[in-house]
């Protein structure tokens, strides 16, 4: 196994390495507004199969008599397998990732907003379409949009539990009516300054209840 890890002695380099790999993969995962399902659908895989090796050479090691006893370095080889992939998992769900992966790409997005004119869209009114590049900073930017009160909209995320996600520059904080004609329920992260992570979602019906309607009232006939 790798580096190996098959004859069930501690965890060598290689397998740390291959850890480390899963585990920024989980955190690259929550690294957007909305989960990137494709990026944690693979590191959940590669962090299940790395952890079932660990545990199944650890129980091995364990009753293997002919191996030497574990030192304190051997435990501490032993112990770095699950810490990595835990850690991992609470920075990305704590939304340091997020913050992290935001803060690097922060002077990018600084710079993309200031390159737009100066527009102020009445409310009410339909957004205008801006024109950014396709990736600013470290986040691919699927459409960009200046709304109300001097704000801007990117959007960088589609999936399955959100129906958009992305950033938003809002000098007047969020208006909770921002997103009323598309989304059900907008949820916001204040970043730092004016910036703001959000995710909308689109409430849908239960498809197991079947929604009878309502009957229709009729008048009377003339007499």
């Known amino acids: 196994?790798?580096?190996?890890?098959?004859?069930?002695?501690?965890?060598?380099?290689?397998?740390?390495?291959?850890?480390?790999?899963?585990a920024a993969t989980l955190a690259f995962a929550y690294s957007t507004p909305g989960?990137?399902?494709?990026?944690?659908?693979?590191?959940?895989?590669?962090?299940?199969?790395?952890?079932?090796?660990?545990?199944?050479?650890?129980?091995?090691?364990?009753?293997?008599?002919?191996?030497?006893?574990?030192?304190?370095?051997?435990?501490?080889?032993?112990?770095?397998?699950?810490?990595?992939?835990?850690?991992?998992?609470?920075?990305?769900?704590?939304?340091?990732?997020?913050?992290?992966?935001?803060?690097?790409?922060?002077?990018?997005?600084?710079?993309?907003?200031?390159?737009?004119?100066?527009?102020?869209?009445?409310?009410?009114?339909?957004w205008l379409d801006a024109t950014l590049p396709r990736t600013v900073g470290l986040y691919p930017v699927v459409r960009a949009e200046q709304v109300p009160a001097g704000g801007t909209v990117f959007r960088d995320s589609y999936d399955i539990v959100a129906d958009g996600g992305g950033f938003a520059h809002l000098p007047q904080g969020p208006d909770p009516d921002l997103f009323d004609r598309e989304f059900d329920h907008v949820e916001y992260r204040h970043l730092g300054w004016d910036w703001y992570a959000w995710v909308g979602t689109v409430e849908a019906g239960d498809p197991f209840v079947r929604e009878v309607p309502e009957p229709l009232v009729t008048a009377p006939p003339a007499p």
Do not use: H, K, Y
Not at 4 to 21: D, E, K, N, V
């Open 35 to 126: 989960v990137d399902l494709v990026t944690l659908f693979a590191g959940t895989w590669l962090s299940a199969g790395l952890g079932a090796a660990w545990a199944v050479r650890l129980v091995r090691g364990l009753q293997n008599r002919q191996l030497p006893a574990m030192t304190r370095a051997d435990v501490v080889r032993w112990a770095a397998v699950p810490v990595i992939i835990l850690g991992a998992l609470g920075l990305g769900r704590s939304g340091a990732a997020l913050e992290l992966r935001w803060f690097v790409s922060l002077t990018a997005l600084d710079d993309a907003v200031q390159s737009l004119p100066p527009v102020d869209v009445p409310p009410g009114e339909p």
């Open 1 to 22: 196994m790798i580096g190996g890890f098959g004859s069930g002695i501690p965890p060598r380099r290689a397998f740390l390495l291959a850890t480390c790999g899963a």
